[in-house]
């Protein structure tokens, strides 16, 4: 089995049990964009900038449009 054909089939077994996972990041995005060779140092800068407050919130923001748009309403606490 490929690569590929692993990843596809791991993308399958979360998407079934729920998990959205067709926006993936991957250390390629970094180390194309920055002189970085480390896979640890791009792994951390992933997790850092996709972890933090701001963007949890935007996430957070375009999901309530998204749903508010589909006629949604919020559960009360």
Do not use: P, S
């Not at 993936?24 to 002189?35: A, V």
């Not at 480390?38 to 919130?57: F, G, K, S, V």
């Amino acid at each position: 089995m490929t690569k590929e054909e692993r990843v596809a089939q791991a993308k399958e077994i979360l998407r079934r049990e729920g998990y959205f996972v067709d926006n993936l990041w991957h250390i390629d995005d970094i180390q194309y964009r920055y002189n970085c060779d480390d896979d640890e140092l791009a792994q951390d800068i992933l997790n850092r900038a996709l972890t933090n407050e701001a963007t949890m919130e935007q996430i957070w923001f375009a999901i309530d449009m998204v749903a508010e748009d589909e006629g949604l309403t919020l559960i009360d606490d």
